[in-house]
């Protein structure tokens, strides 16, 4: 998955606002060069967040909404968690890159919940990230431990989003979505008719 947020970080547009939810995404922050000039937000009140701190340069009172040790930039600045969620909310991210549980053709988004009597809800700031994101990107494997496809026609789980994602990052591929379906933009390793057989037959 390191490759794949390497991946990740270079096709985020320069100069871009940007949240990376909780897990796999937070390892984004370690790819995005200076050069690029993005601009990292955590919701729990940060803006200019650095790569993940290790060692010396663990401050347990600087982390981001995973409470994982993170260090600060230059001019970062901090504020309240209403303020936070105003920005996620009134459009002001470019770009958001979350986990799924599932994701539709369409680009529909089922993160929070998988719908089982004994699940943790953990909604989070999703649902805010998910509409007032300009471009939500989702990280995560095509298919389940079990086997089970995790692109689908229609999500299964509860929803955060609809229509929301536009693209997919996955170790298998790189996929395209919207009103005109699944798109596969790149394969690492299969074919893409090899790979869209695999995905329709463990709907």
Known sequence: MDQLAARIASDIPAGSYVNLGIGRPTQISDHLSPESAVTLHTENGMLGMGPQARGDDVDLDLTNAGKVPVTELPGASYFHHADSFAMMRGGHLDVCV?????????????????????????????????????????????????????LVPSCSYPLTGVGCVNRVYAPEAIIELGSGGAQIVETFGEEPAALLARIHSAD
């Open 98 to 150: 979350m986990g799924a549980f599932q994701v539709s053709f369409d680009g529909d988004l089922a993160n929070w919940s998988t719908g089982a009597p004994d699940a943790i809800p953990a909604v989070g700031g999703a649902m805010d990230l998910a509409i007032g994101a300009k471009q939500v990107f989702v990280m995560m494997t095509l298919f389940a431990r079990n086997g089970d496809a995790k």
